[in-house]
């Protein structure tokens, strides 16, 4: 299984929204609507941010949200705030796989 | 409160051995289905096993297959990871992952992760 692909860097102003892509194939990100998406802070544990392609956990803000078209999905930070600086991956479940995203870093500027 | 608690990490010379363990409080061990998740330094996430509750269903990526064995004993509230012919790539802080439910079923999405436990294979 080969990484989904990911942007390596990403930025925004405080207040803007900001988009991050994940490409993957038809055997991953296009065959399963089972992509998640999770927020890494640098030292710490990854936290589950988006779960089957558009779903937030609770206690997660409702400025994150996430879609899916064909082969590649989305993950989109509204009203960005100077927490949201951190390493964000997707990944996606394979059927009898997981394979996550090379991750992105978003700086908020 | 949910917690998961990995140990077993170390310093181990190429070829050698290594057993993780990640336990479990604050909620039904046995009914939920858990997975190891790796990250070499520096570098990104990469998942490594998947075990069902009841034990039945277990998946290897393919850097690891032949090589890593996990299994769980739901009575000790406790996941393992059996690390053989190790490899100066499998250098990683090893997560534990919990793969969560909803009503409809398994979310195929790690909700609760452990604080990781570092393996470095050096000589």
């Known amino acids: 299984q080969s990484a989904l692909t990911q942007p390596a860097s990403v930025s925004g102003s405080p207040g803007q929204s900001i988009t991050i892509s994940c490409t993957g194939t038809s055997s991953d990100v296009g065959s399963y609507n089972l992509v998640s998406w999770y927020q890494q802070h640098p030292g710490k544990a990854p936290k589950l941010m988006i779960y089957e392609g558009s779903k937030r956990p609770s206690g997660v803000s409702n400025r994150f949200s996430g879609s899916k078209s064909g082969n590649t999905a989305s993950l989109t930070i509204s009203g960005l705030q100077a927490e949201d600086e951190a390493d964000y991956y997707c990944?996606?479940?394979?059927?009898?796989?997981?394979?996550f995203g090379g991750g992105t870093k978003l700086t908020v500027l | 409160e949910v917690q998961l608690v990995e140990s077993g990490g170390g310093l181990v010379q190429p070829g050698g051995s290594l057993r993780l363990s990640c336990a479990a409080s604050?909620?039904?061990?046995?009914?939920?289905?858990m997975n190891w998740v790796r990250q070499a330094p520096g570098k990104g996430l990469e998942w490594v096993s998947y075990?069902?509750?009841?034990?039945?269903?277990?998946y290897y990526a393919d850097s690891v297959k032949g090589r890593f064995t996990i299994s769980r004993d739901n009575a000790k509230n406790s996941l393992y990871l059996q690390m053989n012919s190790l490899r100066a790539e499998d250098t990683a802080v090893y997560y534990c992952?919990?793969?969560?439910?909803?009503?409809?079923?398994?979310?195929?999405?790690?909700?609760?992760w452990g604080q990781g436990t570092m393996v470095t294979v050096s000589s």
């Open positions: 992952a919990r793969d969560g439910i909803a009503v409809a079923g398994p979310l195929y999405a790690f909700d609760i």
């Open positions: 075990i069902s509750s009841s034990s039945s269903t277990i």
């Open positions: 604050g909620f039904t061990f046995s009914s939920y289905s």
């Open positions: 990944c996606s479940y394979a059927g009898s796989s997981w394979v």
